[in-house]
């Protein structure tokens, strides 16, 4: 089983890929709570040099809180990440983790339903841009 699912955006820039990916969660009742700035970060921390690659902690209230209300450690698998990566040739690939993945590892059967819906919500993210 795949751990997630992605798109390649070609004749795309990088912040324009951020924008349509914020936008297109945002349709689906996502917000952005974290980002992490890889390249910056492995810079300032230990010097390297590394590609364009930005991490974005996506949740959704509404699903976050039912998974809450199910398992009560499940704050330890969220949120949702989905990464912007800038290829060697330009391209940007756009990926999203699959909840019913990483829910897996947890034995709540309650949460499959939960993840089911989140993975469609996060799969239409992912099929829908262009």
Excluded: W
């Excluded at 992605?6 to 945002?26: C, M, Y």
């Excluded at 999203?96 to 034995?107: C, F, H, K, L």
Aim: proline share 2%.
């Amino acid at each position: 089983m795949n751990y997630f699912f992605s798109k390649t955006l070609r004749n795309t820039s990088f912040e324009d890929a951020k924008e349509k990916v914020t936008v297109a969660l945002k349709k689906e009742g996502f917000g952005v709570l974290t980002h992490i700035d890889i390249k910056e970060t492995l810079k300032k921390k230990i010097d390297v040099n590394f590609r364009r690659y930005e991490i974005l902690g996506a949740c959704n209230p509404h699903f976050a809180y039912k998974a809450l209300l199910a398992e009560d450690k499940i704050g330890l698998m969220l949120p949702c990440n989905v990464i912007i990566d800038e290829n060697d040739n330009g391209d940007i690939e756009v990926s999203a983790v699959d909840p019913i993945a990483s829910m897996g590892a947890v034995e709540n059967k309650s949460l499959g339903v939960i993840a089911n819906e989140v993975q469609q919500k996060l799969k239409r993210v992912i099929d829908n841009l262009n």
